[in-house]
C-alpha cells in the first residue's frame, strides 16, 4: 500500500475523513506521493477508480501518478481513474454525450474570427482611438472567457478597457456572431470545452464521489467555477501558494487563498518536510520568499542532515564573462552532467550559456524558450553560409528568400531553379555570369484544372521598373529579373544577396564570414523583419522600444556566433559544428537548460540561477505589463528549490553590448549575499512609489 511509505503529515492528509481538504504542500515535501497515497486509501475504502477524478496540471503528471497507483494495484484498476487535464477530462465527456462536437486549434478559429471581424466598419465611430485588430480582439475574448465570471462581454469591455467603450457594441457583435457559427458547425476551442462541461457538471451528476486537484495554485477564475459546479462529495486539492508562476496564463492565486472562506468546514494540512534540499538552500529560499505575504503559515523542515555546501554567490565585471565562466565550471564539476540544470528567466541568458557550453564541447538540453541555433537570425546567417560552401542547397536558398518582401517559399524555387538553369547547374554562375541567350530562364508551370494547378505565369516582366534602384548595371542584365511576379523590394533584397554573395567568396576564416554576413546590408533588413515582427502589438502597431531591444538582442547573437567561429579554419567543419552539432547541443543527455517556467517539478543535485540582475530578474518589464514583484519572487523560489546539493547564483555587473551597468537582483539582497546598500535602498523607494501609485 502506498500509505505506508508516506510521513505522519503525509498520511494525515491522505487518510483525511473531512469532505474538503486543502495541501499545502511546499516544494520537495512528497505532494504526489500524498496523492498516491490518498488513492490508494479511497480503493482501500471501497471507493471505484471510475469514481475518483484526478486533475493535473500536464498529462504527463497523471500519467505518471496512474502509473504509481497500477504498481500497488495493477494496470486494470488503475486505467479506470479518470485521469488528466481539465481540458482533456472536459473533452472526454463532451465527446461521449455529443459526437459532433470538433475540437478546433486556436489557428484556425481565430481565421473565423477574422472572417466575421473584417464585415465590421469602424469608421465614423471615434477617430482619436485605434480599434482593435481581429487576432487581439481574439485573445481579449479568450482572456474574458478565462477571468470573467458575471458580467456579459460588452459591459467587461467597458469596464476593463473604457477607452474602447465606443467599439464595444462592435465587439460584442463579432463575439455573438462567431459563437453562432461555432455552434452551427459545432467548432468548440479549449476555453468552450470547460464552459460547456461546466453547464453539464451543473446538470448532470457525473458520479463521481471525490475530486483530485494537484497544482491548485495555478488554477483560473473558470477551472474554479468548473470544480465548484461537480461539486463533488469530497474534494481534494493539492498546491502551493509559493509556487504560484502562472498569471500570465490567467492563474488567479486568489482561489487557493480563499479556500477555506469558499469552504468554512474545510481542513487544511501543510506538509513541511522537506526531502529534496539541503538546509542552506531551503534557508535561501525561505529567507526571500517570506517577503511575499504569508497566504497559510508554513515552517518547513529538512530532513537532510549531512553536511553540505552553502549557496554561491558569483559575481561577474561582465555578461559574457558570466557565461564562460560558467561554462568552464561545469566543465570541472564532479556532478554528473545530467544532474545539473541552468535556470533561466530570460531566453538571451540561456543563448550565452548555451554558446560557452559549446565551446566547450560539453552536450546539453534546453527547455523553455527557442534554442540559440533553432532562433530565426541564427539560422538565416547559416543559411548564407551554406549557400556559400553548397550551393547545391536549394532549402537554404528558399529559407533565406522568404525574408523577402513578395518572395513567398514557391517563388523563391522558381529562382533557384531560373539561376541554376542560366549558371548551367551552378547558381554562382547563374549569377554573376548568367547565360544571357536565355530569354525565359523559368519552367513552364503544370497546368490541371482537376487538380486546382493553373499556369498564372502569363509573361516575362519587364526590368525597366527596377532602373532607378542603383543596381549594378551587370545585375541589371539577368534575365532573373525578368520574373513577371518580382517587386522592387525583392529585386533589392536580390541586389544585396548578390553583392554580399560575392564579397564572400574566397575568404578563408569561418570568423571573418560571420562578421561580413552580420555587418550586410542583406542581413540588416533580415534583422529588421524579424524585429519588426517581435514587436508588432497585436493590435498592429509597433513597439518602437521593444523594436529596438529586438535589434540588440539579434546584435548580441552575431556576437555569440563569432565567438563560436574562432576556432576553426575551415568552411565544412565549423558548418558542421553548428548545425549537425547543434541538434546534439538541445537533445538528448547532457546539462539541462531550463526556464523557470519549464524547471517546475523537477530536481537536480547542481543549479545555476543566472542573470540575478535588477530587471533581468525580476523581470521589470513583464512586471510593468501585468506581473507582480510577488509573482517574480516566487519565480525566484522555484528556480532555487530545484537544487538539491549545491547551488550557485551569478550575476554580471555590466553588458558591454548595451554599454548598460547591472545592479544586483533585490533578490540577492533579501537572500543576504549582497550588503544592503544605496542602491538597494533605491529599488526598495521605486517598489514603495508603484504601490503608492495603485493605491
Given at each position: 500500500m502506498p500509505l505506508s511509505r508516506l510521513n505522519p503529515q503525509q498520511y494525515a492528509a491522505a487518510t483525511s475523513k473531512d469532505s474538503?481538504?486543502?495541501?499545502?504542500?511546499?516544494?520537495?515535501?512528497?505532494?504526489?506521493?500524498?496523492?498516491?497515497?490518498?488513492?490508494?486509501?479511497?480503493?482501500?475504502?471501497?471507493?471505484?477508480?471510475?469514481?475518483?477524478?484526478?486533475?493535473?496540471?500536464?498529462?504527463?503528471a497523471a500519467a505518471e501518478m496512474v502509473e504509481r497507483v497500477a504498481s500497488f494495484f495493477g494496470k486494470e484498476i488503475a486505467a479506470k481513474i479518470d485521469a488528466g487535464t481539465f481540458h482533456a477530462v472536459s473533452y472526454r465527456w463532451l465527446k461521449k454525450h455529443d459526437k459532433k462536437v470538433v475540437l478546433k486549434q486556436q489557428r484556425e478559429l481565430k481565421t473565423l474570427f477574422r472572417s466575421v471581424f473584417e464585415k465590421r466598419s469602424f469608421m465614423n465611430v471615434n477617430a482619436d482611438i485605434t480599434p482593435y485588430g481581429g487576432n487581439y480582439l481574439y485573445d481579449v475574448y479568450s482572456f474574458y472567457q478565462n477571468t470573467e465570471l458575471?458580467?456579459?462581454?460588452?459591459?467587461?469591455?467597458?469596464?476593463?478597457?473604457?477607452?474602447?467603450?465606443?467599439?464595444?457594441?462592435?465587439?460584442?457583435?463579432v463575439v455573438d456572431e462567431f459563437e453562432s457559427l461555432k455552434k452551427e458547425y459545432g467548432f468548440v476551442n479549449f476555453n468552450d470545452l470547460l464552459l460547456h462541461f461546466r453547464e453539464m457538471c451543473q446538470t448532470n451528476d457525473l458520479g463521481y464521489k471525490e475530486v483530485l486537484v494537484d497544482e491548485y495554485q495555478d488554477t483560473n477564475a473558470l477551472q474554479g467555477t468548473l470544480i465548484e459546479a461537480m461539486n463533488p462529495p469530497s474534494l481534494f486539492c493539492v498546491g502551493d501558494y509559493d509556487q504560484s508562476i502562472y498569471a500570465f496564463n490567467g492563474a488567479d492565486i486568489s482561489i487557493i487563498g480563499s479556500f477555506t472562506t469558499k469552504f468554512p468546514h474545510a481542513k487544511v494540512h501543510t506538509l513541511t518536510k522537506n526531502y529534496r534540499s539541503t538546509l542552506a538552500i531551503l534557508s535561501l529560499a525561505t529567507k526571500v520568499i517570506e517577503h511575499n505575504e504569508r497566504i497559510y503559515p508554513k515552517q518547513l523542515e529538512v530532513t537532510r542532515n549531512q553536511s553540505a555546501q552553502s549557496p554561491k554567490l558569483l559575481a561577474y565585471d561582465e555578461l559574457f564573462d558570466q557565461y564562460h565562466a560558467m561554462a568552464a565550471q561545469i566543465r570541472d564539476s564532479q556532478t554528473p552532467r545530467e544532474e545539473i540544470a541552468v535556470i533561466f528567466r530570460n531566453n538571451s541568458s540561456a543563448d550565452g550559456i548555451e554558446v560557452g557550453l559549446r565551446e566547450l564541447g560539453i552536450p546539453c538540453k534546453r527547455k523553455g524558450g527557442t534554442s540559440f541555433f533553432d532562433s530565426r537570425e541564427v539560422k538565416a546567417v547559416l543559411d548564407l553560409y551554406t549557400l556559400m560552401v553548397n550551393e547545391s542547397d536549394m532549402m537554404a536558398f528558399i529559407h533565406l528568400f522568404e525574408f523577402a518582401k513578395g518572395i513567398g517559399s514557391a517563388m523563391a524555387k522558381e529562382m533557384y531553379i531560373a539561376l541554376k538553369t542560366l549558371g548551367h547547374g551552378s547558381i554562382f554562375y547563374g549569377l554573376y555570369a548568367p547565360d544571357e541567350s536565355?530569354?525565359?530562364?523559368?519552367?513552364?508551370?503544370?497546368?490541371?484544372?482537376?487538380?486546382?494547378?493553373?499556369?498564372?505565369?502569363?509573361?516575362?516582366?519587364?526590368?525597366g521598373k527596377f532602373a532607378k534602384l542603383g543596381f549594378e548595371n551587370k545585375f541589371m542584365q539577368n534575365p532573373i529579373l525578368k520574373h513577371p511576379k518580382l517587386t522592387k523590394d525583392g529585386a533589392t533584397f536580390l541586389h544585396d544577396f548578390y553583392l554580399l554573395y560575392r564579397d564572400l567568396k574566397g575568404i578563408k576564416q569561418p570568423k571573418i564570414i560571420v562578421k561580413k554576413i552580420a555587418a550586410s546590408s542583406l542581413y540588416k533588413h533580415i534583422s529588421d523583419v524579424l524585429s519588426t515582427k517581435r514587436a508588432t502589438l497585436k493590435d498592429g502597431s509597433i513597439d518602437e522600444k521593444q523594436k529596438t531591444e529586438s535589434l540588440t538582442r539579434i546584435a548580441r547573437k552575431m556576437l555569440l556566433l563569432e565567438e563560436l567561429s574562432k576556432p576553426y579554419s575551415e568552411h565544412e567543419r565549423f558548418l558542421n559544428a553548428m548545425i549537425l552539432g547543434s541538434s546534439d547541443l538541445t537533445q538528448g543527455e547532457g546539462v539541462n537548460l531550463l526556464s523557470v517556467h519549464a524547471s517546475k517539478g523537477l530536481e537536480y543535485k547542481e543549479v545555476y540561477v543566472v542573470d540575478l540582475m535588477d530587471g533581468r530578474f525580476p523581470n521589470r518589464k513583464l512586471m510593468q505589463r501585468g506581473g507582480s514583484l510577488d509573482e517574480e519572487r516566487r519565480l525566484f523560489y522555484v528556480a532555487v528549490t530545484r537544487a538539491k546539493d549545491i547551488l550557485y547564483l551569478s550575476y554580471a555587473k555590466y553588458d558591454k553590448i548595451k554599454k548598460t551597468?547591472?545592479?544586483?537582483?533585490?533578490?540577492?539582497?533579501?537572500?543576504?549575499?549582497?550588503?544592503?546598500?544605496?542602491?538597494?535602498?533605491?529599488?526598495v523607494m521605486k517598489e514603495a512609489d508603484k504601490e503608492e501609485e495603485k493605491n
Open positions: 474538503q481538504n486543502l495541501i499545502i504542500a511546499s516544494a520537495g515535501t512528497g505532494k504526489t506521493s500524498t496523492i498516491v497515497g490518498r488513492i490508494g486509501y479511497l480503493l482501500a475504502s471501497g471507493v471505484q477508480p471510475q469514481e475518483i477524478l484526478l486533475l493535473t496540471f500536464t498529462n504527463k458575471h458580467r456579459d462581454f460588452e459591459s467587461w469591455v467597458k469596464e476593463k478597457y473604457p477607452e474602447h467603450e465606443p467599439f464595444s457594441m462592435i465587439y460584442a457583435d536565355m530569354n525565359n530562364p523559368f519552367e513552364k508551370r503544370k497546368v490541371s484544372h482537376q487538380l486546382g494547378l493553373f499556369d498564372d505565369f502569363l509573361e516575362l516582366g519587364a526590368v551597468n547591472f545592479v544586483p537582483s533585490q533578490f540577492l539582497y533579501e537572500a543576504g549575499l549582497v550588503p544592503k546598500d544605496e542602491a538597494y535602498r533605491a529599488l
